[in-house]
Nanobody, 119 residues
Framework: QVHLVESGGGVVQAGGSLRLSCAAS????????VGWYRQAPGKQRELVAA???????NYADSVKGRFTISRDNDKNTVYLQMNSLKPEDTAVYYC?????????????WGQGTQVTVSS
């Protein structure tokens, strides 16, 4: 059974930092691309950052230069370091692990962790 568990959310003042973690079990984690998504009230879920199995990364324009995604395959964990947080970063942050194979895709979601940035 596959589990993704996010942690590290909380309440922080604008300009502060948080580090989110996504711990996986039940999959060969190193083979998966992992993305952090967020969803604010009344808005669609959006991709914030992703790291691929080979280690390449990509970021939403709104977080470039402020957020850093990294992975530790030995610990089956992906991290999202969030610096210079803004009130508009307030959202529920979700971890997604995806594996693409011929003819399809397997992906899994965590339960989400709340990040609240106060002004």
């Amino acid at each position: 059974q596959v589990h993704l568990v996010e942690s590290g959310g909380g309440v922080v003042q604008a300009g502060g930092s948080l580090r989110l973690s996504c711990a996986a079990s039940g999959i060969i984690f190193a083979m998966y691309a992992v993305g952090w998504y967020r969803q604010a009230p009344g808005k669609q879920r959006e991709l914030v950052a992703a790291i691929h199995s080979v280690g390449s990364t990509n970021y939403a324009d709104s977080v470039k230069g402020r957020f850093t995604i990294s992975r530790d395959n030995d610990k089956n964990t992906v991290y999202l370091q969030m610096n210079s947080l803004k009130p508009e970063d307030t959202a529920v942050y979700y971890c997604n692990a995806a594996y693409y194979y011929t003819g399809g895709r397997a992906d899994y979601w965590g339960q989400g962790t709340q990040v609240t940035v106060s002004s």
